[in-house]
Nanobody, 117 residues
Framework: QVQLVESGGGLVQSGGSLRLSCVAS????????MGWFRQAPGKERQWIAR???????NLADSVKGRFTISKDNAKKTVYLQMNSLQPDDTAVYYC???????????WGQGTQVTVSS
């Protein structure tokens, strides 16, 4: 089963940047699409970014132009570069692995991102 460990969150001022990392284990990383999700207080978890096994990316409209997803297959790591952060970006950020059309049921602990105004 996949195991995911997120890191890189923190407290940042509005307009600032953070880079999140997620290390995956228990899977053949190159065969999986990887994604980032976030869950704000009192809200459901939402998808925000995906990178396919071939390296194609897509982003939710809410983060397009500000966030970038990338990966390092050798390190089995997926990254989320977040620029121009706003208070509405405050959430716990999670990564996940997708095989075919199915996301894993195993979630990591997430990493907290707090953006102050």
């Amino acid at each position: 089963q996949v195991q995911l460990v997120e890191s890189g969150g923190g407290l940042v001022q509005s307009g600032g940047s953070l880079r999140l990392s997620c290390v995956a284990s228990g899977i053949v990383f190159i065969n999986y699409n990887m994604g980032w999700f976030r869950q704000a207080p009192g809200k459901e978890r939402q998808w925000i970014a995906r990178i396919t096994s071939a390296g194609y990316t897509n982003l939710a409209d809410s983060v397009k132009g500000r966030f970038t997803i990338s990966k390092d297959n050798a390190k089995k790591t997926v990254y989320l570069q977040m620029n121009s952060l706003q208070p509405d970006d405050t959430a716990v950020y999670y990564c996940n692995a997708q095989y075919g059309h199915t996301w894993s049921n195993n979630w990591g602990q997430g990493t907290q991102v707090t953006v102050s105004s």
